[in-house]
């Protein structure tokens, strides 16, 4: 609009000078000719006059008029009209009204609305002046094209700049546009100190100063003085995602309703998952959406597959999602656990795949999917996707919500590219995970595993510095968040005393007051290695048979997975070892190892554990085993030695326990007697610090810290939409 102003006005200001510089031009241009034509007939003329030849004269002049430009002539005296007029002489001429002089001279008349420019010339002798009367519209005429071209070019430059301007300044938008996202991009990834180095382009010191903030924003919360509760996670999400919809999946659900003799009778299952993401859950609210695997939980959902929960005091919503057997026996036993749990856990069981199995486990991926989807409020809920169970599930989310915040965690190890080369279907295991926004492992370890797994396998761009996979346009964050338990432990604070525990426990196994106890607690998986440490304590009691009748091994092992051989085979083979250690080291009454296969609620296994002298986690491959940091939880009196795999995850962060190799049998016996003969002041405090660490880097912390990244990308991801 400012630019066909400028147009407009500079037009309007140029044109009547272009006009009256034309009219000049055509008005000088009249009389050159006007003096030409006299100069050509004047010496005929004043032989003509002086000849008196009036007839010839007049022959002349009617000639001289033929001029195109010339609209009459004539020899004017001192007054009156014009002599030897020619034909379009107007009547209305009178000679003393043109200008004469003794030298040409020129004047102008409107006759008949037409303007006349009228040349006078003197004539040799006195004979009068030679009038040349020429019609001036035409100069007019000219005035007017030539404002009227003039308009037409300034207005034409003017638009060409307008356009030239317009068109650099987009041009050059687009640059400084194209240069914000990059230097977005690169800092969006960019770890503080490479922040510094993004010196130039438009906006730097601004954005710099903007990203600096989001990434500061985790280090500030998650200070040395932070104690992460239930109450803090719930202030930071409503700080730092404010009415974000929060969303979890996984296969196993948290409540379990199952019909029994007694009525419907709810459980809360064995699984290190739920007990690490239901305070979360609770924590955060939202819709956890899982496989509802009980028998009566049909009936106890309202007609959308829908529930409340925690029964007693309900704070999200559980969404029930409905498998056939078959599908069960495709997705779940088959390609999850026959498949890719033995792939992943080195415990060397073979993983088997079978095609049927996987286009299972594909459709429940899908299922899920459509199940989120429908769930979901709004276009960008935060997904936290659990475990092996969905590794094609992120994926499918982004597909059905291109613009959620996907987490998934990773709950079992990865192992390395070569183990993972086994599977068939590696590269659409690793194209589903890279449908995440963030990926997560237990460990740093896995997390690189990851990597080089997916540097075998696809074609993308790897960031090692940053830790992030790029493919097809979309990046996925790889980092370790160790997983942990609540603290306090909600079924601690129901315990009684640890002294009332020991007697209570020692009583119903009819063992007595100075009996020392060993446990471990766990689901019956061959990966625990519980067969590695009923052997341990073989060697312990053949090494030490001092300890006979003082010590007992309580294995308390939740059935899973019955239906496979792995764990079929497990159980028998457990039950038949027992049996014969029992056998070989046990007197009359005293059986050194208890052998207890059954589920326990959390109350039982918290008792057990503040029963215990010695608590042994002796995994084969575990991703992280939170039974250690329940036992170190349980232990309020500072009191209990805590032997540890050095194949679990946990043992990266618990170096206060001993450490053992779970695969020498020797070593662990002898890691059994250290334990049971380490002062009580060395206990305090390895269980100090261990219990400084599980305090402070507790589940609130560990999902905290998956909320805050999520937080950080899907800020940063907003912020290059908003310039986009
Ligand atoms: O260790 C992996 C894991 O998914 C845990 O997170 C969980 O405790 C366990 O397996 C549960 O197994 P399932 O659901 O098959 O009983």
């Not at 007595?512 to 766990?522: F, L, N, S, Y």
């Not at 890691?671 to 660490?693: F, H, N, S, V, Y």
Request: charged share 25%.
């Amino acid at each position: 609009m400012a630019g066909l102003a400028i147009a407009t006005l500079l037009a309007v200001s140029i044109a009547p000078v272009a006009t009256s510089l034309v009219e000049d031009w055509s008005r000088r241009d009249v009389e050159l000719r006007s003096t030409l034509v006299f100069n050509s007939i004047q010496d005929r003329l004043s032989g003509l006059l002086a000849a008196e030849d009036a007839e010839t004269l007049a022959h002349v002049m009617e000639r001289v008029a033929l001029d195109e430009r010339i609209l009459a002539v004539g020899i004017c005296g001192e007054k009156g009209p014009p002599l030897f007029p020619s034909k379009l002489m107007p009547v209305t001429l009178a000679c003393e009204k043109v200008a004469r002089s003794e030298t040409k001279s020129f004047s102008t008349f409107l006759v008949g609305g037409h303007p006349l420019l009228v040349g006078s010339f003197p004539l040799r002798q006195n004979r009068g002046h030679f009038v040349v009367l020429n019609d001036l519209s035409f100069a007019e005429k000219r005035g007017l094209k030539a404002r009227i071209y003039m308009t037409a070019i300034v207005a034409a430059i003017v638009l060409a700049s307008i356009l030239l301007t317009v068109t650099t300044a987009i041009l050059t938008l687009r640059g400084w546009i194209s240069g914000l996202r990059e230097s977005i991009a690169a800092l969006g990834r960019g770890t503080p100190l490479e922040y510094e180095n993004v010196r130039h382009g438009p906006l730097a010191e601004e954005l710099r100063d903007v990203l600096r903030q989001i990434d500061e924003s985790r280090a500030a919360i998650d200070g040395e003085h932070t104690t992460w509760s239930a109450e803090k996670l719930k202030e930071v999400v409503s700080i730092e995602l404010p009415n974000v919809e929060v969303m979890v999946v996984s296969n196993r659900e948290p409540y379990i309703h199952n019909r029994t003799e007694a009525g419907i009778e709810l459980q809360i299952p064995a699984s290190g998952l739920v007990s690490a993401l239901e305070p979360v859950t609770r924590a955060c609210g939202g819709t956890w959406i899982a496989h509802g695997s009980g028998s009566a939980d049909r009936e106890t959902v309202d007609a959308d597959d829908r529930l409340r929960v925690p029964p007693d005091d309900p704070t999200y919503t559980l969404r029930r999602v409905w498998l056939s057997d078959e599908e069960q026996d495709g997705y779940y036993y088959g390609f999850a656990n026959e498949g890719l749990w033995p792939l992943c856990h080195i415990a060397f069981t073979r993983p088997n795949f079978r095609e049927s199995d996987w286009e299972t486990y594909r459709d429940v991926n899908e299922r899920f999917a459509d199940a989120v989807a429908q769930e979901a409020r709004g276009d960008s809920p935060i997904v936290l996707v659990q475990d092996y169970h969905f590794a094609l599930l992120p994926r499918f989310l982004r597909e059905r919500l291109p613009h959620a915040t996907i987490t998934t965690f990773w709950h079992i190890p990865w192992p390395n590219a070569e183990t993972f080369s086994i599977c068939p279907w590696k590269e659409e295991i690793i194209e589903g995970l890279l449908g995440s926004t963030v990926l997560g492992f237990h460990t740093q370890f896995h997390c690189n595993n990851f990597i080089e797994t997916v540097d075998r396998f696809v074609e993308s761009r790897i960031d090692r510095e940053n830790g992030s996979v790029t493919l097809g346009g979309h990046e996925t964050f790889v980092k370790p968040y160790p997983i942990s338990i609540e603290w306090p432990p909600a079924a601690l604070l129901k315990q009684q005393s640890v002294s009332r525990c020991r007697a209570a426990v020692r009583e119903r196994f009819g063992w007595g007051p100075d009996t020392k106890v060993a446990i471990g607690i766990e689901r019956f998986d061959y990966t625990k290695g519980v067969l590695d440490r009923m052997q341990a304590v073989d060697c312990f009691l053949a090494s030490h048979p001092e300890w006979r009748g003082k010590f007992v091994f309580v294995q308390a092992a939740a059935p899973t997975r019955s239906k496979l051989e792995a764990y079929k085979g497990l159980q028998d083979e457990a039950i038949q070892l027992a049996a014969a250690i029992n056998k070989r080291h046990g007197t009359g009454t005293y059986k050194p190892i208890e052998l207890v296969i059954r589920h326990h609620e959390q109350d039982e296994v918290y008792e057990l554990l503040r029963a215990a002298d010695v608590c042994i986690v002796s995994s084969l491959h575990d991703g992280m085993n939170l039974v250690a940091k329940e036992f170190i939880a349980a232990r309020d009196d500072e009191q209990g030695v805590l032997i540890l795999s050095n194949f679990a995850g946990a043992s990266r962060e618990l170096s206060e326990a001993i450490i053992v190799n779970p695969y020498d049998a020797s070593g662990m016996g002898r890691a059994i007697e250290k334990a049971l003969t380490m002062p009580g002041a060395e206990q305090r405090e390895r269980m100090r610090l261990m219990r400084d660490l599980v305090r402070s880097r507790n589940v609130y912390r560990w999902a905290g810290m998956m909320l805050l990244d999520a937080s950080r990308i899907r800020k940063k991801r907003r912020l290059l939409e908003l310039i986009g």
